[in-house]
């Protein structure tokens, strides 16, 4: 089983915070069952994406876990003007060991026509996208039918099992269901736990 969004990476953004609690993470995933994590440090306002940081500690990572649990390297992409300029400049750049695959984030405000133009240019860069937490979104939980235009435009999207119970608001309450209703309806390309 492939993990593709974990915050591996110590001490570059808000997942873990050291050596030790990486590889307490990673001995948490091998006892789940997953073979391989894809590294996703955020790429936003609040945490700069250090790139030789993170791959020194990355390979860092690879080393102590070799034989144990394989490790890709990638990026939680925010959907910010400075980030897409370099994405676009910089094919690649962020994506899943560099083929091309993207996890990116939106903000809470940015969706809209403006979102599906950047969508369009990262697209058009050559990088195929994962929407990550869709479940958080407002605008989504108000209009769930955001996800199936995204899928229409090219894109895949995550879902966390056991939405909408971990949500500050109960949206889907009534539903009967546990379970997040894009997931009911085949809207969904990847889950998440």
């Not at 003007?81 to 939106?106: C, H, M, T």
């Amino acid at each position: 089983m492939i993990d593709i969004h974990q915050h591996l990476v110590y001490g570059v953004d808000d997942g873990s915070p050291d050596l030790e609690t990486s590889l307490a993470m990673a001995e948490e995933a091998e006892r789940d069952g997953i073979t391989h994590v894809v590294c996703t440090p955020h790429s936003d306002d609040k945490y700069c994406y250090p790139r030789e940081i993170i791959q020194e500690r990355w390979n860092e990572l690879r080393e102590l876990l070799r034989g144990k649990l394989e490790l890709s390297l990638a990026c939680d992409f925010h959907m910010s003007i400075d980030n897409i300029l370099e994405a676009i400049e910089r094919p690649g750049s962020y994506s899943v060991n560099g083929n091309g695959y993207l996890l990116i984030e939106f903000s809470n405000n940015m969706i809209g026509p403006a979102l599906f133009d950047a969508v369009f240019r990262l697209q058009s860069a050559g990088y195929k996208l994962i929407v990550t937490h869709p479940e958080r979104y407002p605008a989504v939980h108000q209009r769930p039918e955001l996800i199936a235009e995204w899928i229409k435009r090219g894109c895949c999207t995550d879902a966390v099992d056991g939405s909408p119970s971990n949500w500050p608001t109960r949206c889907w309450s009534g539903t009967g269901s546990i379970f997040w209703p894009p997931m009911r309806t085949g809207w969904t390309g990847v889950r998440r736990t």
